[in-house]
């Protein structure tokens, strides 16, 4: 969440942009000793292959056959887009497009509408009010009424010779608050369609969102809702809003989040808006038809519906910590801010990510205190800024993983952020990305003590080194030599100078039980 909103503007111009077949740049392939040239990073059971910096935030990711999808964008620069690599080779990637499409934060979802194994359809959040929804708009006021932001839909030529030679925006979908995250469901994709759904929420305010726009065309100021988009997939140039789900807080106190409360590093008086009801990221479990909603204030389980919506305003069961529930929740201590989730394989295991707020004067890993406007750590409780694994079934509190435990950084700041369990393995092993902290892989087979069983972190400690956004291990091309498997990361989220990109880690960890993936968008668990 790091940058929580940045808004767009409205608009339905689109136009066609032609790429260059390889628009290729230098990407640093490592020794496969990481050693070689890193003594000073800090590592186990994990080699660091290749780094592609490029001075950006560098955000979510997507995967199909051999290819990855790469999002990134700037908070101080017009700067925003994605990148297309070549995996192929997962010890050496090759960069093919870069593809600039200004707009926080550039969340992908892909697609292969002909079947042949390359994708040829790509949608992107955009969290930021644009003057219009094109990729050159220029950015507007963050509550310009006639500004747009939302979700943008694009097709990819596939050739197999020449893939990405072009890429034509074809149309955008406006959504209130904008699009922070977007979903994949892919359950009605036998009926020529794909369902999206769009996570936002006002911490900004927004051309229809907020306080003030908000209530001006009769919307929710605290937002209340996800947002469902429908895509043809013979026509993506019709995508459209479909339903617009409820959200609410069952048991919270005041049927909210305050930004205020979580202290000065996360409020912003006058700037951001005051609060939220709302949800940050969701993840789907498709064998299952279920989906975990990581919504700010709570987490919360729901039932897909036979038409691919998920039945928010009945959940399942909710996970709520004990502090801001008034002493209800289940979860024991604070947790800042539910940030993302995750289902391990067989979907009985739940992991719920905390994304912490960084203090103000002291950044400790993990961070304890500070929170100066409330009791935000009463003594005894836990630290924020980890991962919890609860029952799948109830939802009841397993266990709370964090990598402070292990690795302390006396002056970092580290937060639990994007990560997914490895598929096709036969233990339940989480890979996960940390602020400031780098790439671990959790074993969680037993889900009431997860260890850590391998990392990477890139010296020197802090933002200027490992500060990774997403980590993934998307197994589907494989090392062509060696033992194990490829994880997938990117960098560079407080310090975008120093960005070290798209960066694969080889980890060191036994090889998959089953047949190659064939894609992963990581939110969409297949």
């Known amino acids: 969440m790091r940058e929580m909103a940045f808004r767009l503007g409205r608009g339905r111009r689109w136009r066609r942009v032609l790429v260059p077949a390889a628009l290729s740049l230098a990407i640093a392939t490592l020794p496969s000793s990481a050693t070689a040239t890193h003594n000073a990073d800090r590592h186990s059971r994990t080699d660091l292959v290749s780094t ?31 990148r297309i690599f070549d995996i192929s080779n997962p010890a050496a990637p090759q960069q093919l497009v870069d ?64 893939p990405f030679a072009s890429i034509n925006q074809v149309t955008a979908v406006y959504t209130d608050c904008g699009a922070h995250t977007i979903t994949l469901w892919p359950g009605e994709a036998d009926e020529g369609k794909l ?11 927004g051309p229809t969102c907020g306080q003030v726009n908000g209530p001006r065309v009769g919307r929710d100021p605290l937002h ?44 912003a008086p006058g700037v951001l808006e ?3 009801r709302a949800c940050h990221d969701i993840a789907v479990d498709v064998e299952h038809r279920l989906a975990a909603g990581a919504c700010a204030e709570q987490g919360q389980l729901w039932h897909i519906d036979a038409n691919g919506i998920p039945d928010t305003a009945n959940p399942i069961w909710v996970s709520d910590d004990e502090v801001s529930s008034g002493g209800t929740g289940n979860i024991p201590g604070a947790i800042d801010f539910f940030h993302s989730a995750t289902f391990s394989n067989d979907a009985s295991v739940v992991n719920w990510i905390d994304e912490s707020f960084a203090p103000t004067s002291e950044n400790e890993c993990p961070p304890t ?89 890139i010296a020197p400690f802090g933002a200027m080194g490992s500060d990774n956004w997403s980590a993934y291990s998307y197994v589907g091309p494989r090392f062509r030599t060696g033992p194990g498997i490829p994880i997938y990361a990117s960098d560079g989220v407080h310090n975008p100078n120093s960005a070290r990109g798209f960066v694969v ?22």
């Open 52 to 82: 592609a910096p490029n001075s950006r935030i560098n955000s979510d990711l997507a995967f199909w056959g051999n290819h990855a999808f790469a999002g990134y964008y700037r908070n101080d620069q017009s700067v925003g887009g994605f």
């Open 224 to 267: 209340g809702v996800i947002q469902v988009i429908e895509v043809p997939l013979d026509n993506p140039a019709a995508a459209h809003e479909i339903a617009e789900p409820p959200i609410n807080y069952p048991g919270d106190p005041d049927n909210r989040i305050e930004w205020c409360e979580r202290g000065p590093g996360a409020c």
């Open 369 to 457: 205190t500070d929170w100066v406007e409330k009791p935000w750590h009463p003594a005894g409780s836990h630290e924020t800024g980890r991962g919890f694994f609860v029952d799948g079934a109830s939802g009841a509190f397993l266990s709370d993983f964090q990598i402070g435990r292990l690795r302390p950084e006396p002056g970092a700041y580290c937060s639990a952020h994007m990560g997914l369990p490895v598929a096709n393995f036969n233990r339940d092993l989480l890979v996960n990305a940390w602020y400031m902290g780098g790439v671990d892989v959790i074993d969680f087979s037993n889900p009431s003590a997860p260890k850590e069983i391998a990392f990477y972190d």
């Open 195 to 205: 369902l999206v759904y769009v996570s936002s929420y006002p911490l900004r305010p």
């Open 505 to 526: 880690f080889r980890a060191n960890i036994g090889r998959p039980a089953g047949r190659a993936l064939a894609h992963l968008n990581p939110q969409t668990q297949e």
């Open 99 to 162: 593809f600039p499409c200004d707009g926080l934060q550039a969340d992908p979802i892909v697609w292969d509408r002909n079947g042949n194994g390359i994708a040829d359809l790509l949608l992107l959040a955009v969290d930021r009010t644009m003057v219009n929804s094109t990729c050159g708009a220029a950015r507007s006021a963050h509550d310009d009424p006639n500004g747009w932001e939302g979700v943008r839909v694009f097709t990819l030529s596939d050739d197999q010779a020449n």
């Open 274 to 276: 005051p609060a939220a």
